[in-house]
T-cell receptor, first 114, second 111 residues
């Protein structure tokens, strides 16, 4: 089944404890991205990647890191999480760099930073 | 990057009603447009792309007005299962690809 998977789905952590949220897609998509969704603010892009080893900042990259060593994986790293990073996170992938195509979203990761 | 704006609603309509949402965008370089549906904090899923000539998929009709810089979604014969949040997405395609999401319009269809 074609899909985007994220792990963990739910995470409660404490301020300053490094964490990684994994994202993997099995559709051989070139484009992958991370979003956070907060009440009243909608979906905001954190980072995106046009292909392996190519990443760039989205709208709200502060406090996050990403890497794209393989086409299928695009982990999101919070080196020192803070309470304002409590949010619902979505990973997404899309087949073309051109950007005119549908994005496929993972099921989401609900993160709480205490 | 400029914003994409939607009326957050909620639009509260009876079953069978026709309801329309608009979404305005401010960047004239925007090149592709979509409507996504999101159920209660689940992942967004593509409802339909929006083409310049307008397009229809069953009870759903999407239209694009480039001159006035808005897209619209019309839902006819609303069903209870249409209750969700509808997200407008605008892509500016060029050197980079950063889709811009509206904040969503909430639709509640009641019996």
């Amino acid at each position: 089944e074609a899909q985007v998977t994220q792990n963990p789905r739910y995470l409660i952590t404490v301020t300053g404890k490094k964490l990684t949220v994994t994202c993997s897609q099995n559709m051989n998509h070139e484009y992958m991205s991370w979003y956070r969704q907060d009440p009243g603010l909608g979906l905001r892009q954190i980072y995106y990647s046009m292909n392996v080893e190519v990443t760039d900042k989205g709208d709200v990259p502060e406090g996050y890191k990403v890497s794209r060593k393989e086409k299928r994986n695009f982990p999101l790293i919070l080196e020192s999480p803070s309470p304002n990073q409590t949010s619902l996170y979505f990973c997404a992938s899309s087949p073309y760099q051109g950007g005119s195509n549908e994005q496929f979203f993972g099921p989401g990761t609900r993160l709480t930073v205490l | 990057r400029k914003e994409v704006e939607q009326d957050p609603g909620p639009f509260n309509v009876p079953e069978g009603a026709t309801v329309a949402f608009n979404c305005t965008y401010s960047n004239s370089a925007s090149q592709s447009f979509f409507w996504y549906r999101q159920d209660c904090r689940k992942e967004p899923k593509l409802l339909m792309s929006v083409y310049s000539s307008g397009n229809e998929d069953g009870r759903f009709t999407a239209q694009l007005n480039r001159a006035s810089q808005y897209i619209s979604l019309l839902i006819r014969d609303s069903k209870l299962s249409d209750s969700a949040t509808y997200l407008c997405v605008v892509n500016i395609v060029g050197g980079s690809y950063i889709p811009t999401f509206g904040r969503g319009t909430s639709l509640i269809v009641h019996p």
